[in-house]
Nanobody, 119 residues
Framework: QVQLVESGGGLVQAGGSLRLSCVAS????????MAWYRQAPGKQREFVAA???????TYVESVKGRFTISRDNAKNTVYLQMNSLKPEDTAVYYC?????????????WGQGTQVTVSS
């Protein structure tokens, strides 16, 4: 069984920064792509950023130049550094990871962490 646990959310003023972390634990053989998604009130969950096990990154256009995704494979952790935050970044942020465990491979989700950006 695998768990993803996010942390680092909170309340910040527009223009501020936050760093989200997501740690994977459990019976892990390998971790492939890791990603962050977000869901604002009344909206569908949307892709924010992803990082492959080799380090290649992709971002949604609205966060390019402001957010940086990174990972520490030794710690089974993915980070999202968020700078120049805007009120429209307010959402619950979810971690997502493609994880191989003994005999299986599946996409796992964390429970989410709230990010609120005040204007």
């Amino acid at each position: 069984q695998v768990q993803l646990v996010e942390s680092g959310g909170g309340l910040v003023q527009a223009g501020g920064s936050l760093r989200l972390s997501c740690v994977a634990s459990g019976r892990i053989v390998s971790i492939n792509d890791m990603a962050w998604y977000r869901q604002a009130p009344g909206k569908q969950r949307e892709f924010v950023a992803a990082i492959a096990d080799g380090g290649r990154t992709t971002y949604v256009e609205s966060v390019k130049g402001r957010f940086t995704i990174s990972r520490d494979n030794a710690k089974n952790t993915v980070y999202l550094q968020m700078n120049s935050l805007k009120p429209e970044d307010t959402a619950v942020y979810y971690c997502n990871a493609d994880i191989a465990s003994p005999g299986t491979r599946r996409i796992n989700w964390g429970q989410g962490t709230q990010v609120t950006v005040s204007s």
